[in-house]
T-cell receptor
Framework: EPEVTQTPSHQVTQMGQEVILRCVPI?????FYWYRQILGQKVEFLVS????????KSEIFDDQFSVERPDGSNFTLKIRSTKLEDSAMYFC?????????????FGDGTRLSIL | KQEVTQIPAALSVPEGENLVLNCSFT??????LQWFRQDPGKGLTSLLL?????REQTSGRLNASLDKSSGRSTLYIAASQPGDSATYLC???????????????FGKGTKLSVKP
């Protein structure tokens, strides 16, 4: 069964450094999302992306964050200057066309640890 | 603002028992509701998706119901097994407006432990 893949599985970075989290969505999906889950807390929406542009973002997704689809398969989340509070599990998700009717499929996540 | 609550936060049952997990949401203007399973340190596995016009969905031993007007959903697990031990998350997809795709809003989950 097709799946969303994320790399790396665990990223450890010094505070202030830039990180790029990578995702390969399911190949025929058109809508892409990033969510995060701080340890012990709810999964929170960050951003959705469609047709090479951001379609929606939450208040968490400030100027330090950016997303990109650099080629036909990858979808990346960049955090420009990491803070301690960015430590979390970051999940990528994708869904098909008519996305509001379709389930979102999630990857296994990247655990980001900021030191 | 949409809030999703799951009760109980944790549940421990003996193997073979039937059980119900509860999810409630404050705003009934949803497009659909999705139940997920999360194993420790892992991603989210989609279990069932119920559209707002539907009352229930079934997959194997799982049955999810939706009462949109009262803002409630339940996940029923029949004949539970130790392999069902995981955290179960409920998420609602809010209404589509202004061309947005409607992000998911999650509950905190119910941590289920099924004892052999």
């Amino acid at each position: 069964e097709p799946e969303v893949t994320q790399t790396p599985s665990h990223q450890v970075t010094q505070m202030g450094q830039e990180v790029i989290l990578r995702c390969v969505p399911i190949s025929n999906h058109l809508y892409f999302y990033w969510y995060r889950q701080i340890l012990g807390q709810k999964v929170e929406f960050l951003v959705s992306f469609y047709n090479n542009e951001i379609s929606e973002k939450s208040e968490i997704f400030d100027d330090q964050f950016s997303v990109e689809r650099p080629d036909g398969s990858n979808f990346t989340l960049k955090i420009r200057s990491t803070k301690l509070e960015d430590s979390a599990m970051y999940f990528c998700a994708s869904s098909e066309a008519d996305s509001w009717k379709q389930p979102q499929h999630f990857g296994d996540g990247t655990r980001l640890s900021i030191l | 603002k949409q809030e999703v609550t799951q009760i109980p936060a944790a549940l421990s049952v003996p193997e073979g028992e039937n059980l119900v997990l509860n999810c409630s949401f404050t705003d009934s203007a949803i497009y659909n509701l999705q139940w997920f399973r999360q194993d420790p340190g892992k991603g989210l596995t989609s279990l069932l998706l119920i559209q707002s016009s539907q009352r229930e969905q079934t997959s194997g031993r799982l049955n999810a119901s939706l009462d949109k007007s009262s803002g409630r959903s339940t996940l029923y697990i029949a004949a539970s097994q130790p392999g069902d031990s995981a955290t179960y998350l409920c998420a609602v997809r809010r209404g589509n407006y202004g061309g947005s795709q409607g992000n998911l809003i999650f509950g905190k989950g119910t941590k289920l432990s099924v004892k052999p």
